[in-house]
């Protein structure tokens, strides 16, 4: 074998071997009951948490959000496009409004759950 096809072999698994490490990246997980967490923060039904940023994700992850100055730790969207209002108890597919000023994206039932302990429509 030639030194350019092990080369090419060896990029090609490389980049084969990246792709599901990337993916992961943008997965959402619930470490605990009540608390969601990306790559960059976590939060519970009360906004993004300092305290849980640092007990999940590490010191430095906490620094870098909280480093950015003052910002609503009420609404957040997640690096997978899940966002989440904590005034309206509701987790949705996007964070966007329409024409007519009302939010568009579609309730996510499953994160809904996951960070508020409700169904969306049911109370708590």
């Known amino acids: 074998m030639s030194k350019t096809s092990v080369g090419l072999l060896f990029v090609m698994l490389f980049a084969g071997a990246a792709i599901p490490a990337h993916a992961g990246q943008k997965a959402l997980r619930s470490p605990e009951r009540g608390v969601l967490c990306d790559r960059y923060f976590c939060a519970s ?34 690096t997978n496009g899940i966002f989440c209002d904590v005034k309206e108890r509701l987790c949705r ?18 994160y809904t759950e996951l960070l508020f302990g409700n169904s969306p429509g049911k109370t708590k």
Not at 46 to 65: C, D, F, H, M, N
Not at 98 to 106: F, H, L, N, P, Q
């Open 45 to 78: 039904d009360e906004g993004i948490s300092r305290a849980l940023t640092v007990k999940y994700l590490g010191r430095r992850a906490a620094a870098k959000v909280f480093s950015q100055g003052d910002f609503d730790l009420t609404e957040f969207t997640f």
């Open 93 to 110: 597919q996007d964070r966007y409004y329409g024409a007519d000023g009302k939010r568009t994206g579609a309730v996510s039932g499953k």
